[in-house]
Nanobody, 117 residues
Framework: QVQLVESGGGLVQPGGSLRLSCAAS????????IGWFRQAPGKEREQVSCISASDDSTDYAHSVKGRFTISRDNAKKTVYLQMNSLKPEDTAVYYC??????????WGQGTQVTVSV
């Protein structure tokens, strides 16, 4: 059974940190590019970061560059999003997405991140 399960969300004060995890099962994670997306209430889902399957190259949205770091551990079948210097505008449901271009596209159920005093 194919699954992506996000965890690590929660409530944090501005300036704080969280590390999100995305655990994969039922498929070869190392074959897939992984993206982290987020969706705030009333807004469209946006991609915040991604990491390639081929060479682990990464990319970040301008709004999180320098604060967020994506990484993957294929042996543990897990992708991480380290989020530092969090801001209230980072509040959203965060989703991970696994893509094998032209073949498969999987989503997790999301994890809530709330940045507030």
């Amino acid at each position: 059974q194919v699954q992506l399960v996000e965890s690590g969300g929660g409530l944090v004060q501005p300036g704080g940190s969280l590390r999100l995890s995305c655990a994969a099962s039922g498929f070869r994670l190392d074959y897939y590019a992984i993206g982290w997306f987020r969706q705030a209430p009333g807004k469209e889902r946006e991609q915040v970061s991604c990491i390639s399957a081929s060479d682990d190259s990464t990319d970040y949205a301008h709004s999180v560059k320098g604060r967020f770091t994506i990484s993957r551990d294929n042996a543990k079948k897990t992708v991480y999003l380290q989020m530092n210097s969090l801001k209230p505008e980072d509040t959203a449901v965060y989703y991970c997405n696994a893509v094998l271009e032209g073949f498969y596209d999987y989503w997790g159920q999301g994890t809530q991140v709330t940045v507030s005093v």
